[in-house]
Nanobody, 127 residues
Framework: QVQLVESGGGLVQAGGSLRLSCAAS????????MGWFRQAPGKEREFVAG????????NYVASVKGRFSISRDNAKNTVYLEMNSLKPEDTAVYCC????????????????????WGQGTQVTVSS
């Protein structure tokens, strides 16, 4: 069983930056594609970013392209989400997730593909 624990959330002013981390344990981290999702109050869960097993492929939702960057360190069993130029509409609970069946070089945006989920970390962006 894989456990995922997020950290790094908080309150930041618009235009600011945060770096989220997601530490994995209990599995073979390098064999999982990883994703970040977010859910704002009253809204559905939304894919934010994904990264392939080896880190060579990434994809992003259009609204964060150029502002957010996903990366991973397989030696540390950790995936990161660097968030810059934050906007109030980025306010949400951010969760990381692991896809154990991902093909090499892929990172799927469909939440149903992911097998393990963290509890999430709150990100609040004030205007």
């Amino acid at each position: 069983q894989v456990q995922l624990v997020e950290s790094g959330g908080g309150l930041v002013q618009a235009g600011g930056s945060l770096r989220l981390s997601c530490a994995a344990s209990g599995g073979t981290f390098s064999s999982y594609a990883m994703g970040w999702f977010r859910q704002a109050p009253g809204k559905e869960r939304e894919f934010v970013a994904g990264i392939s097993r080896g880190g060579g492929s990434t994809n992003y939702v259009a609204s964060v392209k150029g502002r957010f960057s996903i990366s991973r360190d397989n030696a540390k069993n950790t995936v990161y989400l660097e968030m810059n130029s934050l906007k109030p509409e980025d306010t949400a609970v951010y969760c990381c997730a692991a896809d154990r069946n991902a093909a090499f070089g892929s990172a799927i945006s469909n939440a149903r593909a992911y097998d393990y989920w963290g509890q999430g970390t709150q990100v609040t962006v004030s205007s």
